[in-house]
C-alpha cells in the first residue's frame, strides 16, 4: 500500500483537523509510560471527535489493509499504546463529553477520552461514587481502563473496572459500529459481550462509549498505617488481614518506595522502616481497624498509627499515589504489575528481590497488596545499555515469579508488548488457542492494534 495514497484518503474522509501527518506529533503519540517498547513510523495520527469518524476511520484502514492502534490517554505502562510502522493511531482524548448521569439508574454514559477522575468529579455533583480509582485517576482515561480492565486502591473491597462497565458501544474491525450490554444491574442474556472487551487491549474493538455503573458514596473512611522491620513481615500482615476481613483499601511500600516520596514532597513518612502498610476502613465502626491493626501487630510491626482526620488519610493516600512518579525521578523507571494468591503475599516480595538483587538493579516495591497485587518498580540507566538490559532481565524475571506461585503476569496494566513472552505459559495451550479463534472471528485481518497481547 502507498503511504502518500492512503494518507490522501484518509484526509478526504474525515473532517479538517482530524487527522495529523507532522511527524513530531505523531511520535509524541507513538509512546506510553512503558519502557523497552521502541515505537515504529506510524502512517498518521487521526483524533476523531465522534463513533462516526471512528468508524470512517476504520473502513478506510481495513480497505487498505493499515493497522490501527487505539489510544486514550498513553498512561498505559505495558506497551499497549505504542505503534508500530505503517499504522495509524487512533487517540479517541477529542471524545471526551460525559452524555449522561442518570441518578435514578445510578448509571453514567460518556465517551472514551473522559478522564477517570472527570468522570468521579461530575458522579460526586450528583451524590454519586466511581470507584475504580487508579493512582494515575487525573490522567488516564475511561475508554483505556475499560481497554486494561483498570484496578486501583478501593479495588480491593469494591472491585475493577469489569464490574461497573454495564455496556459498551464498539467500532468493530471492518468499522460496523455495535452496542453490547444492558442498563440493568442485573442481566444474563446472550454471551457477556461486554466483558470480552473490557480488558481487550484495543485488539477486538475501539470502544467508543461507556455505559457505567455508579454507587452511592461510601461512609468516611478511617486510616491506618503499620511500619515494619522488614518487607516479608508487612506481606504476612497483609495476608493475615485479608484472610479476616475486607478493608476499604490495603496497601504496601517498601523503604525505597518511601524515601523517593519523602524526597520530593517531605509528607512525614517513617524512612527508618523496611515497610509500611496503609490501610482503610469504610464499615462506619473503629472494629474493623482494630483488628487490622491487631493483624499487623502480630505479623511484627514496630508503630502502628489510626487516624479518623479525613484530611490526614487523604494525605497518606496521597503518598501512595505518588510512589511511581517519586521513583521515576531517580533515573527510567518501568513499573510492574505481577498479581499473587492472597496467602503468598511475603513469598511475592521475597523472591521479587530475590531476582531483582541477581541482575544487580534497583527497584522499589508498592502496590495494591490486598488484592495481591505487586508494582515493583526497576529504576534504571537508559543512556546505559548494560543498566537498561539488566532492567529488562530483572523485569521478566520478576513476572516468572510470580507464575512460579501460581500468580498472574499482569493484575491490573495488560499485557501489551512487554508481558508476550509470558502469556503462553499463563494461559497454557488451550485457552491461548481458544483466544486466537476469538480474535479471527472478530478481526480477521488482524488490523486491530497486532502484536498486542500475543502475536498471531
Ligand atoms: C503513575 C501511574 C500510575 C498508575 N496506576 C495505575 C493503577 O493504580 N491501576 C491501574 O490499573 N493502572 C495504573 N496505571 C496504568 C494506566 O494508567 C492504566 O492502564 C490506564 O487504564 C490506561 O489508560 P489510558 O487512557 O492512558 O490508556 P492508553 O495508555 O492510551 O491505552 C492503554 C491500552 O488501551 C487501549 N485503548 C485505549 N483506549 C481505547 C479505546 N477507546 N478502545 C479500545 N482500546 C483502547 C490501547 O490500545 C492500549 O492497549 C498507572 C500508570 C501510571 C503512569
Known sequence: MDRDRFRDVLIATLPAGTVELDPDVIDAFSRDESAFCAPGRPWALVRPTGTEQVAATVRVCAEHGVPIVPRGAGTGVAGGAVAGDGCVILCVTRMNRIVDIDTSNLLAVVEPGVLNA?????????????????????????????????????CVKYGVTREYVLGLEVVLADGSV?????????????????????????????????????????????????????????????????????????????ATTVAAVEDWKRMDLDTGAAALILAQSDNGTGAQLDAIAAAARSAGATFVAETD??????????????????????????????????????????????????????????????????????????????????????????????????GTITGEHGVGLLKRPHLARELGKGALGLHAAVKAALDPEGILNPGKIFDL
Not at 450528583?126 to 475508554?143: K, V
Not at 474493538?205 to 452511592?216: A, E, F, S
Not at 461512609?219 to 476481613?245: K, N, W, Y
Open 178 to 254: 455495535v452496542e453490547v450490554g444492558r442498563r440493568t444491574v442485573k442481566g444474563v442474556a446472550g454471551y457477556d459481550l461486554t466483558a470480552l472487551f473490557v480488558g481487550s487491549e484495543g485488539t477486538l474493538g475501539i470502544v467508543t462509549r461507556v455505559t457505567l455503573r455508579l454507587r452511592p458514596p461510601p461512609p468516611p473512611a478511617v486510616t491506618l498505617t503499620a511500619f515494619f522491620d522488614s518487607l516479608p513481615e508487612a506481606g504476612r500482615a497483609i495476608s493475615a488481614i485479608t484472610a479476616m476481613t475486607t478493608p476499604s483499601l490495603l496497601e504496601i511500600m517498601d
Open 309 to 406: 482526620d479525613p484530611d490526614a488519610g487523604e494525605q497518606l493516600l496521597t503518598a501512595r499515589r505518588l510512589a511511581y512518579p517519586a521513583l521515576a525521578r531517580l533515573g527510567t523507571a518501568i513499573m510492574n504489575d505481577v498479581c499473587v494468591p492472597l496467602g503468598s503475599v511475603a513469598a511475592a516480595v521475597t523472591a521479587i528481590a530475590e531476582r531483582t538483587q541477581r541482575h544487580g538493579v534497583r527497584v522499589g516495591t508498592f502496590g495494591h497488596a490486598g488484592d495481591g497485587n505487586l508494582h515493583p518498580t526497576i529504576v534504571f540507566d537508559r543512556t546505559d545499555p548494560d543498566s537498561a538490559s539488566r532492567g529488562e532481565a530483572a523485569y521478566h524475571a520478576m513476572t516468572e515469579a510470580a507464575l512460579d506461585l501460581g
Open 118 to 154: 472527570e468522570l468521579c468529579a461530575a458522579a460526586a455533583e450528583h451524590g454519586l461514587w466511581y470507584p475504580p480509582d487508579p493512582a494515575s485517576r487525573d490522567i488516564c482515561s475511561i475508554g483505556g481502563n475499560v481497554a486494561t480492565n483498570a484496578g486501583g486502591l478501593c
